[in-house]
């Protein structure tokens, strides 16, 4: 792989590895099936519970009318509870429900799951380089981070 190519090739690979688990996931997950859109929605929910639309909309880089978007077909599901916020009368708090702790945890264990069969089929060289890539491909995700906050 030389250095031209290189960059496509990665993206191509994460992109790829990432529809791959959405895709398994997506089949042996219970009813009713989540979109990657509303589970990075959940994930920051849980993550950050009390987090208002707005906030939620610029952490996943989506226009604040697809977040409302996806938080009513949520709660509609039983899955985010809003709350007034107390400072601001016109906000909304997102709250997960022990339902979407729950289905987040099935989800996290069936991922880590899944990764871990398929990584255990590759040889120890590449267990390794995956091992080793970790740490780069965290800052990667950092540095696209700070610029999509820039822009």
Same mark, same amino acid.
């Given at each position: 792989?030389?250095?031209?190519?290189?960059?496509?090739?990665?993206?191509?690979?994460?992109?790829? =590895?990432?529809? +791959?688990? &959405? @895709?398994?996931?997506?089949?042996?997950?219970? $009813? #009713?099936?989540? !979109?990657? *859109?509303?589970?990075?929605?959940?994930?920051?929910?849980?993550?950050?519970?009390?987090?208002?639309?707005?906030?939620?909309?610029?952490?996943?880089?989506?226009?604040?009318?697809?977040?409302?978007?996806? =938080?009513?077909? +949520?709660? &509609? @599901?039983?899955?985010?509870?809003?709350?007034? $916020? #107390?400072?601001? !009368?016109? *906000?909304?708090?997102?709250?997960?429900?022990?339902?979407?702790?729950?289905?987040?945890?099935e989800w996290r264990r069936?991922?880590?799951?899944?990764?871990?069969?398929q990584v255990s089929r590759?040889?120890?060289?590449?267990?390794?380089?995956? @091992?080793?890539?970790?740490?780069?491909?965290?800052?990667?995700?950092?540095?696209?981070?700070?610029?999509?906050?820039?822009?």
């Open positions: 792989m030389d250095q031209e190519t290189f960059p496509e090739e990665l993206a191509d690979a994460l992109v790829g =590895v990432q529809r +791959l688990i &959405r @895709r398994r996931l997506r089949r042996e997950m219970p $009813d #009713p099936p989540l !979109r990657g *859109a509303e589970v990075e929605l959940l994930r920051l929910v849980v993550a950050r519970p009390g987090i208002g639309i707005s906030d939620a909309a610029r952490e996943l880089h989506l226009a604040s009318n697809s977040v409302s978007t996806l =938080v009513n077909q +949520l709660a &509609r @599901r039983d899955y985010l509870t809003r709350e007034t $916020d #107390p400072a601001d !009368r016109r *906000a909304a708090r997102l709250l997960p429900t022990p339902a979407a702790e729950a289905r987040l945890a069936r991922r880590a799951d899944l990764v871990r069969r590759l040889d120890e060289a590449d267990r390794e380089a995956l @091992r080793a890539a970790i740490p780069a491909l965290r800052e990667l995700a950092g540095t696209l981070h700070e610029e999509a906050d820039q822009s």
